[in-house]
């Protein structure tokens, strides 16, 4: 059977480390490492990571060992934003957010 395969933004890998979601965050964490999901993160996910503390780049690091697929923003993704942007469901100033919803949608 095929694993199923999970988008991973950067709130989900910094939130390993925030009191309010590392329940949540560590036990999927743990799916990924026992193998039972397939972690999938993409280029956005790496230019974030480069601003993060040490600890949270050290997990990220970890995750793509587990391994993980890293995915690119491609021609689909981009498209899918415009769409949210013409239906104003973000603004511009939330295109790194809007990348994510749409890199997930389309390709995972």
Known sequence: MKKLRVYLDTSVIG???DAEFSEW??????????GRYL????DVVEK????APDFVRDL????LELPAEVIRVDEGALLLVERYMEQHVLTQRFMD????????????
Request: one cysteine or more.
């Open 15 to 17: 939130g390993c480390f």
């Open 25 to 34: 965050s560590e036990t999927l964490m743990d799916d990924f490492r026992s």
């Open 39 to 42: 972690a999938v993160v993409s």
């Open 48 to 51: 974030e990571i480069e601003a």
């Open 60 to 63: 990220y690091t970890e995750i």
């Open 97 to 108: 957010d809007m990348l994510h919803i749409a890199l997930g949608a389309c390709r995972t």
